[in-house]
């Protein structure tokens, strides 16, 4: 099973890029990986996913070299609204107790 | 509309008591999540379940039970409440049975056990 870690915490500030990475090193093949946003009390909102290379949209890209051992979700120019916990969740297509799994958050702080 | 509601949104109880939290969806997803996010905010999945499978995390007590009276509904039935099971409770769903799908979540229900 993939044993998920992100840094527990970043800082930044408005209109700065952010790069927030996960590692996964023992990533299964048909394991996918996703990222999700969440607000104080609020449940997570998804934000993007990919299986390998890269993938982009409206509001993220996510960047997943070719060992798939880790991935770096990408912000660009951030904003206040920006800040938030930020999980990454590896899992496969076929659901087996233990092996979706988040990891355990970054909390992204954007600063004036 | 809310595309995922739960009820309570907040559940205070004593230790022994039998409660239930209900989940709707109104989204037309085939698929239904119960996660539990504890006070480090570690989430975790406790249950997905279509029509066809029920697929169990195998470290949720069996104190713990969904129970599905259709598509759109999820209930989480929880027996005997410990202190430990005081926790953030969220339903989820995706559209098709892949849980690569996109999963929207609920608000949460924030559960405490004294």
């Known amino acids: 099973l993939a044993k998920i870690t992100q840094p527990i915490s970043m800082d930044s500030y408005e209109g700065q890029e952010v790069n927030i990475t996960c590692s996964h090193n023992?990533?299964?093949?048909?394991?996918?990986i996703t990222w999700y946003q969440q607000f104080p009390s609020q449940g997570p909102r998804f934000i993007i996913q990919?299986?390998?290379t890269k993938v982009t949209n409206e509001v993220a890209s996510l960047f997943i070299p070719a060992d798939r051992k880790s991935s770096t979700l990408s912000l660009p120019r951030v904003s206040l609204s920006d800040t938030a916990v930020y999980y990454c969740?590896?899992?496969?297509?076929?659901?087996?107790?233990?092996?979706?799994?988040f990891g355990a958050g970054t909390r992204l702080t954007v600063k004036p | 509309d809310t595309a995922v509601s739960q009820t309570p949104k907040y559940l205070v109880t004593q230790m022994g008591n039998d409660k239930s939290i209900k989940c709707e969806q109104n989204?037309?997803?085939?698929?239904m999540y119960w996660y539990k996010q504890d006070s480090k905010k570690f989430l975790k999945i406790m249950f997905s379940?279509?029509?066809?499978?029920?697929?169990i995390n195998e470290t949720v007590p069996n104190r713990f039970s969904p129970k599905s009276p259709d598509k759109a509904h999820l209930n989480l039935h929880i027996n005997s409440l410990e202190l430990g099971d005081s926790a953030v409770y969220f339903c989820?769903?995706?559209?098709?049975?892949?849980?690569?799908?996109?999963?929207?979540f609920g608000p949460g229900t924030r559960l405490t056990v004294t």
């Open positions: 379940y279509n029509n066809k499978e029920l697929i």
């Open positions: 989820a769903s995706s559209q098709g049975t892949s849980r690569v799908d996109e999963q929207y």
């Open positions: 989204l037309g997803h085939d698929t």
């Open positions: 990919g299986y390998k």
């Open positions: 023992n990533i299964a093949t048909n394991d996918y």
């Open positions: 969740l590896v899992g496969g297509e076929r659901y087996n107790n233990n092996d979706m799994r």
